[in-house]
């Protein structure tokens, strides 16, 4: 492989039992390594020394992130001061355990950064030093909140953050079965995600919840209009079950504020054959919102004073 | 008559083949191909070769091993993309280098659950190929290997 000239991406996934193999930065012309569930630090070690555009180093059990040992330290020998961290412009480690983005990304010219189900709380404030164009924060459960700085990062173009406590509704079908009704469901993280056992709650039981995420990406969207937000998870049952999602074009549905819907708006999470049947909830939430805006609206406009 | 009915089914068969640009097969009608037939697949660029079980037993291995890839992929002039599906291949014929291949992609079998531990011939579950530099064609920009849930790569011979 390693006399192959034209070589520009590697996909090694779940086929070695070692690292990424020694030779590789004799590859000149490598560009591109997705690898699963190889030893993390010893492949880093190897990596460092290509010139990288891409990099992919993921975990995918379901079941939440993976703790790997050493990830955090290998990611730091792999980007820091080294021939990888000037070239690497996409970097995707979904799955590995963090609990928060690591420092040794800050210097480092990313466009596209995947932290999706890495267990991250929070995103740092120097996230808008980078020259992102995408962002997936998906499936962090436990992700609340977005730094202020966010609305300075005029490049991104594509926020992902499905699954986060930053989320849209979405369909629950377990819940539909029990009761025999179809309701938009939020989304719920801390003590009640899925990683505890719990899971998400009827948009009509949370709308302190509901009108908080609202406050956060409406502003978000208004400070970059150029941003599409995905915030609608499509469950299982929905992709695999109706064929009518297929025609849905539901994956394509972004949210932002001019798009003439709300982004708790049923467009973003239901097809021809799987309507909602109660809207009861969902309308409920609507007028939370609409106060919560105009409060909002009417704080920041000073009244004249005779 | 007959070259009367030839003539009819190669200008019939020419458009309808000349514009398809991806094919799928299943290795079991692989031998059955005539290697010419590639020669009417002008246009195609993709070709995905898949195999039939997910999970193989030795005999299986055994009988993938016999596998030979069906020489009308030579005569594909355009052909960029090859998927190569749970099919065990021990070795690539000495014009598998030739092709103008861009992209292999190759997903291995798994032996069968609780089964590979009795394996006796265990070079059945290595593909001698992966160790053979000149075995691959020099215009391949990407390669992928994908999830077998066993070790397959001896990456000393790649």
Known sequence: ???????????????????????????????????????????????????????????????????????????????????????????????????????????????????????????????????????????????????????????????????????????????????????????????????????????????????????????????????????????????????????????NNWWHERCGYDWIDPIFYTCDGCRLTSTDGLEAARSAIGMARRARLAWRVVPCSD | MYQTVGSVSNSFCQPLYGNIRRLCIDVAWCAHIPPETGDQFVQLDSATLFGTHDEKTEAQYEEDSRFELPTFLRHLPKLQLLELYKIGIQEFPSWFAALPLKELYVEFACPAENYSGEFLNRNLLDSAWVGDVSCLSRSLELMAFCDCGFGVLDTEGL
């Not at chain 1, 004799?26 to 030893?39: D, M």
């Open chain 1, 1 to 251: 492989m390693r006399q192959l000239p034209c070589l520009q991406e590697l996909r090694i996934n779940g086929c070695l039992d070692e690292a990424c193999p020694e030779w590789l930065h004799e590859i000149a012309s490598l560009r591109r390594v997705q690898a699963k569930y190889l030893p993390f630090a010893e492949s880093a070690d190897v990596l460092r020394e290509c010139n990288l555009d891409a990099i992919e180093y993921t975990m995918e059990s379901g079941d939440g992130p993976i703790e790997t040992d050493g990830f955090v330290l290998g990611l730091e020998r792999l980007v820091v001061g080294t021939p990888c961290g000037n070239s690497l412009r996409e970097l995707n480690i979904r799955g590995n355990q963090l609990g928060s983005v690591p420092d040794c990304l800050r210097s480092l010219q990313l466009q596209v950064l995947c932290v999706s189900e890495t267990g991250i709380t929070a995103l740092p404030s120097w996230i808008s030093e980078l020259p992102l164009i995408f962002l997936d924060l998906s499936t962090n459960p436990l992700l609340a909140t977005l730094p202020a700085s966010l609305h300075s990062l005029t490049t991104l173009r594509a926020l992902d953050v499905r699954e986060t406590n930053l989320g849209g509704p979405q369909i629950d079908f377990s819940a539909d079965a029990e009761t025999d009704t179809t309701e938009p469901t939020l989304w719920i993280g801390g003590d009640q995600g899925p990683y505890d056992g719990g899971g998400s709650q009827n948009i009509g039981d949370c709308f302190l919840e509901v009108v908080r995420r609202d406050s956060i990406l409406g502003p978000l969207s208004r400070a970059l209009p150029a941003l599409r937000l995905r915030l609608h998870e499509i469950p299982c049952e929905m992709r695999e079950g109706h064929d009518s999602y297929k025609d849905s074009g539901l994956e």
